[in-house]
């Protein structure tokens, strides 16, 4: 299979205006492409989760951590943890990756 983020992108936003739109889905996995516009609303997610950064730059806040990113910046934020995205640029895009047990993956 293969998908794009362009392709992803001309389905955004969605029809409630949504700023991420689910490209593949397979047991508890699922790839979304996410591209908040102005500020980035969410909030902590039941699973583990990677972020590939495909477009953009700015600030990945995670926990009290504070990052600068760039496109081929890769984050891994686990199940629960605050995080979001800041001062990011208009082109800002990227995957995100879901998978595993509600409260995420035990080492």
Excluded: C
Aim: charged share 20%; proline share 7%.
């Amino acid at each position: 299979m293969k998908y794009s983020v362009e392709h992803a992108l001309q389905q955004l936003p969605g029809p409630g205006g949504e700023r991420f739109v689910e490209i593949l889905r397979h047991g508890s996995m699922r790839t979304e492409l996410y591209a908040p516009r102005g500020h980035d609303p969410q909030q902590p997610h039941a699973q583990d989760e990677l972020y590939f950064v495909q477009r953009g730059s700015g600030e990945f806040v995670q926990g009290e951590a504070r990052h600068h990113f760039a496109a081929g910046d890769a984050f891994f934020v686990p199940a629960g943890q605050h995080h979001r995205f800041e001062n990011f640029s208009d082109d800002f895009a990227t995957w995100v990756v879901f998978w595993g047990p509600p409260g995420g993956e035990r080492e």
